[in-house]
């Protein structure tokens, strides 16, 4: 089983304050990269994904950043909201099937 | 669109019993996932259907775990006979297909006692 490897394991931020989380892969083959935000008693919802064939998608307050050679992506959550208090799962596969997940981030915003 | 259904939401059972789950994907959606997520952890693939077929099962403990997708719509997963480390979250999830967007259930939470 491919990994993917994601970091913190947990993270507390201030309202307004920038988030980010980390992820690691790999397995060169993967070619898609999507975050799912998790809330509690709810399945993953698609947030953001990425091909590797750009470095940068950004969609409202959520960017992902893409590093090729070095295997890595994030996601950076700008302005951060209470609302944005959520479970956060990378994952990466290989032309959408067998989607492989990180383990998670579970985000704390305090006002 | 209506979301992937997904039933019961709820489940208590003792070890070596059976239990099933069934899910409802939507509407079109040709590929359909089992995912299983034990708390605290990102989801697991189990098995994953196109149509009707499967495309991989490589973590699906067989010996164990049974799933099907009859007529390439609704599906159901066993687990028989069940242990305790099988408490977990059993999601499904489905897709039009390849990269485009997989949307998920809100999950079956399985207590094994």
């Known amino acids: 089983q491919q990994q993917v490897k994601q970091s913190p394991q947990s993270l507390i931020v201030q309202k307004g304050g920038i988030s980010i989380i980390n992820c690691a892969y790999e397995?060169?083959?993967?070619?898609?990269f999507p975050w799912y935000q998790q809330f509690p008693g709810k399945g993953p919802a698609l947030l953001i994904a990425?091909?590797?064939?750009?470095s940068e998608k950004k969609e409202g307050r959520f960017t992902i950043s893409f590093n090729k050679s070095a295997k890595q992506f994030s996601l950076h959550i700008m302005d951060s909201q209470p609302g944005d208090s959520a479970t956060y799962f990378c994952?990466?596969?290989?032309?959408?099937?067998?989607?492989?997940f990180g383990k998670g981030t579970k985000l704390s915003v305090i006002p | 669109e209506a979301g992937v259904a997904q039933s019961p939401r709820y489940k208590i059972i003792e070890k070596r019993q059976s239990v099933a789950f069934w899910c409802n994907p939507i509407?079109?959606?040709?590929?359909l996932y089992w995912y299983q997520q034990i708390l605290g952890q990102g989801p697991k693939l189990l098995i994953q259907?196109?149509?009707?077929?499967?495309?991989?099962d490589s973590q699906l403990p067989k010996d164990r775990f049974s799933a099907e997708r009859l007529k390439g719509v609704d599906s159901t997963l066993k687990i028989q006979p069940a242990k305790l480390e099988d408490s977990a979250v059993y999601l499904c999830?489905?897709?039009?297909?390849?990269?485009?967007?997989?949307?998920f259930g809100q999950g079956t939470r399985l207590t094994v006692v």
């Open positions: 259907f196109q149509n009707n077929g499967v495309v991989d």
């Open positions: 999830a489905s897709s039009r297909g390849g990269w485009i967007e997989a949307f």
């Open positions: 509407s079109g959606h040709a590929t």
């Open positions: 990425i091909r590797p064939d750009v």
């Open positions: 397995n060169t083959a993967f070619d898609y």
């Open positions: 994952a990466a596969s290989i032309w959408g099937y067998q989607l492989t």
